[in-house]
């Protein structure tokens, strides 16, 4: 069916089902579903419809987003970036006294001094301000985590993984994507369980799945972040 409200048009399926409430949902595709009562009139589902229409508005262009994909960085004034989750204002800051660009997290800012204000500086900067991070904020998810397991991992790396957010090997070396630092720290915990599970199950079978969601029960809200918000988490 295809529906105008508001200036703006939006196509959705209906299917009714034996249940007392009824539902919108909308996949990976932005294709709409409204799950209703067996009985529900078509006006009654296009009332519930419009109630969510903000809600589903939102999500369509979160989708057309992340179809386009992010959005090349100016590295300027101002311009937003992800950390722990939520969006920051870069504040740049020129210093030739300082032996070293870097960053810092204050007041609500990414604050970034460089000796010189160039794109590059900016972004590594930024980059070396979010692999201290991650370790910090990895370290200390091990620790609070660590009562759930016998063994301990060996060591613990900070790396550039094209493909993982996290590894673990059968010598219980565990690394990570430097990039979480700008996801949730709840998205951080799940990653950190899922690899020191793997120092118990070193496949994916179900003792495996079993553990992590002893220990992270909504684990699988975590992956589905992951899913739906990992393009934009980029320098």
């Keep these: 069916m295809i529906h105008n409200y508001l200036g ?21 595709y932005g294709n709409v579903e409204v799950h209703a009562p067996k009985g529900m009139s078509d006006e ?61 997290f204050e007041r609500e800012k990414l604050h970034i001094v460089v000796k010189q204000l160039e794109d590059e500086k900016i972004r590594q900067a930024l980059k070396r301000f979010y692999y201290q991070q991650c370790k910090m904020l990895v370290e200390r998810s091990i ?24 590894t673990c090997d059968s010598k219980l070396q565990l690394t990570f ?21 793997h120092m118990v199950h070193l496949n994916h079978d179900r003792s495996f799945w079993r553990l992590v969601g002893k220990i992270i029960p909504e684990y699988e809200q975590q992956e589905n972040w992951l899913a739906l918000s990992s393009w934009k988490m980029t320098v």
């Design 8 to 28: 703006q048009t939006i196509r959705f399926e209906i299917k009714y089902k034996k249940r007392t409430s009824m539902s919108i949902s909308i996949d990976h």
């Design 44 to 104: 009654r589902v296009i009332q519930a419809l419009e109630g969510k229409w903000d809600w589903i508005q939102e999500k369509l262009n979160e989708m057309k987003e992340r179809t386009l994909g992010p959005k090349l960085k100016t590295y300027e004034h101002g311009e937003s970036f992800l950390y722990l989750g939520k969006e920051y204002p870069i504040q740049i800051s020129q210093n030739m006294n300082i032996e070293q660009d870097y960053a810092v």
């Design 143 to 166: 620790k609070s985590y660590q009562s759930n397991f016998k063994t301990k991992p060996r060591s613990i790396r900070i790396t550039d993984n094209k493909t993982n957010w996290g």
């Design 177 to 197: 994507n430097w990039k979480l630092a700008m996801a949730p720290q709840k998205v951080i915990d799940y990653v950190v369980v899922h690899e020191m599970c």
